[in-house]
Structures are given as C-alpha cells and as structure tokens.
C-alpha cells in the first residue's frame, strides 16, 4: 500500500533527500554507539571504522597527519571521517530518490560492511558484528521512514504541511539518534567508570625509593624541559581512536607462551608484590629530529623480570610479545628485560594512577628502548616468544625488530626565529642517550668550531640531561646548531634520516636572529 503511495507521488527533493540520508546515517552511528556500550565500546561502528583506518593508514599519511596535528591527530582522523559520512550519506539520498530499495540497500551494504569490519578487530568476538548489524537495521529503517512519510501525504517537497510534516520526522529522528547516542555514552560510563576506579587507587608503598632529582640536574633556565614532565605535559602516542577503560578488577595479566608455567596474576595479587621506583626517559621513534615526542617521569611499578621469573621463561625464547586490551602489540627483547631492575610493569606516573591515556591501570617501561617495542599501555597479556616467530604491530608495517633509543639532543632556548639583543644569550636544552648516557654536548653557531655547553649533573644513564651554553650573540641571522656525545665515546651523527624505520638522526637547529 505504501509502495503505491510512494510510486505515485513526487519524491523528495535533492535536499530534502540529501537530509534524510544524513539523519538515517546519525541513526546507525548513535543506536550503533548505545549497543557497543552494552557489548564492547570497540564495536561501535565509528569506532570500528576508525581503527580500520588507523591500522591502515600508509606510512607517509600517518607521518604527515602527526606532523600536521601532532597530538590531535585522532581529533582530525574524527572529523575528516565525519565528513566522509556525511557526503557518503548525502550520496545514499540521492540514490535513495531515484530508487528508495537502492539508497536502503547501499547504506544497508556498507552497515554489513562495518560489521565484517567488526569481526576483524584483533579483540573482537562474534558479538562485536551486532552493534553494526542492529544499526544498520535501524538507520535502514528511518530511511524508508523518512521517504515514506511526505510520500504517504501525497505532497511533494516545498508544500507547507508536507514540507513540515517532513521536517518533523527528520527532527524527530534526528533527536532520537542524537539521544541513542547519549545514552550509550551514558551506558557505557556508568558500565565502566574509569575516573572512579581512578580515583580509589592507592599508590604502592615502595621500600626502596628512587634517588632525588637534585637542584643541579634540574636547572631553573626559563623555557629550558623540566627534568621531570608533568603527566597533563607528557607526549601521548598510540593507535587508540577511543581510550580503553579497563578497571583494576577487570585487569588480568597472562604470561604465557615459551614459559614452564603460565601465570595469571589480577590487581590484588600483584600488588601483594614488592613495588619499585625508577625514572625513566620515554621516547617515540615517530619523534623528529627537535621534536618533543619524550618525556620523563617517576614510574612505580613491579619488576618485570620478577614476574617473568615467577614463569620461567624457556631458554630460547628472546621475544616478550606484549598486548594491550586494545589489541596493539610490542616485541621487547627478552635480554632488554631479564635481569634489568628497572624494566618495569608500572602502575603510577609522578605520584598518582597511571592517567588513562598513558596505560591505566598497567603498562610497560623498558629503559632504553623506543616505546613502540616496549611500552604497551592497558597491557593484558606478556607471550614469551621468538623474533623468527612472531611480529608486533608496528614491525608488521615495516619498522625495525629492534630499537633501541638513538643519542639524541635538542635546543629548547632560544625559541625558534627568536629576536635577540647582542651580548651573552643563555642557549640550553636536552639530550638524552638512554642505557648509554650523555657525556657532552657541544654548540655551533653557523659554520664555526664546536664550543663545549656545560651539563647539569646526571640523574642515570636512562634519563636525559639538560645543558647549557653561554653565547657571545653579534648581530645578524645565525643559525645554531647542537650534538651530543654519548658515554661509549660516539657523536652523534650529523646525518639525517626520516624516523622510519628505527629512529630519525641528524642534528638540531635554530635559526634567530641578533640585533
Ligand atoms: N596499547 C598501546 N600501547 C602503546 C602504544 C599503542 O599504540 N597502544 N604506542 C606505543 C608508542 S609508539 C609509544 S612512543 C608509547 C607512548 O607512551 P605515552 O603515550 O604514555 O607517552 O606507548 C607505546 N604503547
Ligand atoms: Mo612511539
């Protein structure tokens, strides 16, 4: 009956059609996000779409997308996808005029898409297709809807009561996406309240506390990195569109694979164990040369080569292949670990929880070592295994097995094209050679000798050392220019190279000028 009304009547608009595609689409992203929020908030279909995309995207995308947004790389990743939503869904409209079971069946197509999408993810279960599936159905259904309703009146668009009465049903479904949506939001926070579980934390009695930072290792240069980052301050890198929340009475952690028995510990049992403290400087090999992708803090945590004891790795494995609740991996040399006192399973930053976005309520810090093969936040599960066996997320697009932290340094003062007056200028920075340590850092000024920069007193051999350099500024544009020398005797190199695969060289600049 309705198909009779629908063939005999004017269809909508290209707007009109246009806005109730879009309005079935916000349809299938908010019921989509209220079931995931039941099931997994993984499989909300926005969600699914964008860690497809993120595990996709080619390396010179990703790598232009951080140098463009830095940290607010997912922030874009968002929005550029819900502007390929709302075309896609303007297109669907279009179709959908000319043939309402072809718009339908299109977005219908892509939902199933989504959904097999789903069942991809590296955690998902046969569950995680439903969200897609329910969403489909009903973002399905308010098209059909919405190009039956001003039909079923026998109007066309443009006509006063069948123009409002449309405008009706597209608000109305619009509100009801909109207030799925929030629901599931609500749902799912109320299911796992993360800050809560935060909250309550009590940081880990540690008998045996890190040594201080001394006044001299910390120096009070203005604009000069603080020794320690400040967790609201420290760089965050991961493939996480949407954070895990993981409380501690979820949390398991697994060892397991090439071991002589499996072990499972929960949060109770491990914090049973003795607690340690360590300072530690962190550092993605996505950081370009001047880059700010590192930071330094107080991690506390368990000793990971405690734990890996109490399994008892087999001799020949040489991989420890961790996994976050996320599904991403890392593949830490065993040797990096075993019999290192501060490779650690840590569970508070600076003094408080792990923040959410840096791993609560359980990572991994292995000094020395880039944190792609060697950090894994919200970690759930260590697989004791071989290099010739096994490869980890990002050594599986290419990066280098092994990667350990090149020497590297950085001018923090002055600021890039500063205006100067002539005289004495404080030139000052960081630089870090982590498992090696810094034992000079040397200035030049455009294309004159190397002069020595004096360094602030030594934390350890795993965090970086601040420097500082007085220069005699004579007016002109000067390019200055930093090098590192690290405790085995090597300079850095002056040699450029791209961060992929295993850590960007080459040498620090700042152009300014003097006047
Ligand atoms: N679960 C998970 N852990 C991860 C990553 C990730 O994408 N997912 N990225 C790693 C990388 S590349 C780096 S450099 C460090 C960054 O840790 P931060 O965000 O706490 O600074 O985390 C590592 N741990
Ligand atoms: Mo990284």
């Known amino acids: ?48 779409l964008g860690a497809t995309v993120i595990d996709h995207t080619p390396r010179w995308l990703k790598d232009s ?10 922030l874009a990743l968002a929005i550029t996808m819900l502007g390929v939503m709302v ?39 046969l569950a995680f297709a439903v969200p897609a599936l329910v969403a489909t159905m009903a973002g399905v259904a308010a098209l059909c809807l919405l190009f039956v309703v001003p039909a079923a009146r026998g109007g066309r668009d443009g006509d006063g009561p069948t123009r409002r ?43 045996d506390p890190a040594s201080p930072v001394l006044p001299e290792m910390d120096l009070a240069v203005p604009g000069l990195t603080r020794f320690i980052t400040p967790n609201t301050e420290f760089y965050r890198i991961d493939t996480a569109l949407q ?42 090999v996505s950081n370009e040369v001047g880059g700010n992708l590192a930071g330094t803090a107080t991690w506390t945590g368990y000793r990971l080569t405690d734990l890996l004891a109490e399994a008892g790795p087999a001799p020949d494995a040489d991989m420890i292949l961790s996994r976050s609740v996320d599904g991403f991996t890392a593949g830490t040399p065993l040797d990096a670990v075993l019999g290192n006192p501060d490779a650690l399973l840590a569970v508070a930053m600076n003094g408080e929880a792990l923040p959410v976005a840096h791993g609560y309520p359980a990572r991994m810090i292995v000094p020395g070592l880039y944190g792609y093969v060697s950090a894994t936040k919200w970690v759930v599960d260590l697989e004791l295994t071989r290099f010739d066996r096994a490869r980890a997320y990002w050594t599986e ?27 004495p200028v404080t030139v ?83 152009v300014v000028t003097v006047r």
């Open 428 to 510: 000052a920075g960081v630089a870090w050679a982590q498992g090696r340590g810094i034992t000079a850092v040397e200035v030049q000024v455009d294309d004159g000798r190397w002069s020595p920069a004096t360094l602030a007193a030594a934390y350890s051999l795993d965090t970086w050392r601040q420097w500082t350099w007085t220069w005699d500024a004579s007016p002109g544009t000067h390019t200055l220019r930093v090098r590192a020398v690290d405790a085995t005797g090597v300079v850095q190199t002056g040699v450029r190279t791209t961060p992929f695969p295993d850590g960007a060289t080459g040498r620090h600049t700042r």
């Open 397 to 423: 697009r290419g990066w280098a097995e092994r990667a350990p932290i090149k020497t590297a340094s950085r001018i923090d003062v002055p600021a890039a094209f500063a205006t100067l007056p002539s005289g």
């Open 65 to 74: 997308a951080i140098r463009w947004f830095g940290t607010n790389d997912k």
């Open 243 to 284: 954070l895990p929340s993981l409380t501690r009475a979820q949390w398991r952690l697994r060892i397991h694979g090439m071991v002589d028995r499996e072990v499972v510990l929960d949060f109770d049992a491990l914090s049973a164990r003795d607690a340690v403290e360590s300072l530690i400087t962190l550092t993605c």
């Open 165 to 207: 009465g449309f405008l009706f049903a597209v608000a109305a479904v619009a509100a009801g996406a909109a207030a799925a949506g929030a629901t599931g939001r609500f749902v799912g926070s109320r299911l796992r309240d993360i800050g809560a579980d935060r909250s309550a934390f009590v940081l880990p009695r540690v008998a």
């Open 1 to 48: 009956m309705v198909r009779r009304i629908a063939f005999t009547s004017r269809p909508l608009g290209p707007a009109a059609a246009a806005l109730a595609a879009t309005s079935a689409a916000a349809v299938v992203l908010g019921v989509g996000h209220l079931v995931a929020a039941v099931i997994d908030p993984n499989a909300s279909p926005f969600f699914v």
């Open 87 to 125: 075309a896609g869904a303007v297109l669907i409209g279009l179709l959908a005029r000319r043939r309402l079971a072809l718009g339908a069946g299109v977005l219908g197509g892509l939902g199933a898409a989504v959904a097999g999408l789903a069942l991809l993810r590296p955690t998902a279960g």
